[in-house]
Each structure stands twice: as C-alpha cells, then as structure tokens.
C-alpha cells in the first residue's frame, strides 16, 4: 500500500523529515475542523486479500496524545478548492468550529434512535 499524489492535495506533509514518508494530502488553513486527506492504492495482492478476507488494519502513531477522529473510505471525500486568504475567514472557522461543538454535544445529550 503507497501513498500518492492526486489533483486536489494542496500540501506534502513531513516533506524535509527524512525519518518519515512524504504524505501529500489536502489541508485548508481556514478549514473549521482541521481535515486532513490522503490517499492510498493498493497493489493487486493487497487488493485480492482485501476482497477474500474483508478485513482492514489501521495503525496510528499517537506519541501518547489524545487520539484523533478518523475515517477510512472508498469514495472521495468532497475536498473544496482553496479559499483565497482573507482576515475574515479565521472568525467564519471558528464560528463554524463552536457550531460543530454545540451539535457533538447535543448528540451525545440526545443520541439518534436506531
């Protein structure tokens, strides 16, 4: 399984770390909850094992840090062009970042009946 770059990546994360692999991705500055995407192709070994066994491993190295969110997918995730660098898009951020916060809060108060 490699990384590679694709249209939408608008970095290269750890670029000048020569202890860890490049890992193009797309990142926004301004984005409200601090998105980070990468993409992955398989070989045809990894992908044949994928189909007979169905079963995924995911390993993350969190330094002893608080785990972060994640999500593994097979279809593209909406990832917008970047935005020009305007002053007033910190506050929209942060806006948006407390809305977030007042809806995981209200899901945990008020879970979805299944």
Same mark, same amino acid.
């Given at each position: 399984?490699?990384? +590679?770059?694709?249209? @939408? ?7 000048? /770390? $020569?202890?860890? =692999? ?32 169905? +079963?995924?491993?995911? @390993? ?7 785990? /972060? $969110?994640?999500? =593994? ?42």
């Amino acid at each position: 399984m490699n990384l +590679i770059q694709f249209p @939408e990546q608008t970095v290269i994360i750890g670029k000048d /770390q $020569p202890e860890y =692999l490049p890992l193009p991705a797309w990142r926004l500055k301004h984005d409200p909850i601090g998105r980070v995407v990468c993409c992955w192709k398989l070989s045809w070994i990894e992908r044949l094992k994928l189909l007979l066994t169905g +079963i995924l491993w995911h @390993e993350v190295l969190t330094f002893n840090k608080p785990f /972060q $969110p994640i999500r =593994l997918a097979i279809e593209k995730p909406n990832m917008p062009a970047v935005p020009p660098e305007d002053e007033h898009l910190d506050s929209l951020a942060e806006e948006a970042r407390k809305e977030l916060n007042v809806q995981i809060a209200l899901n945990k108060v008020y879970p979805k009946k299944s």
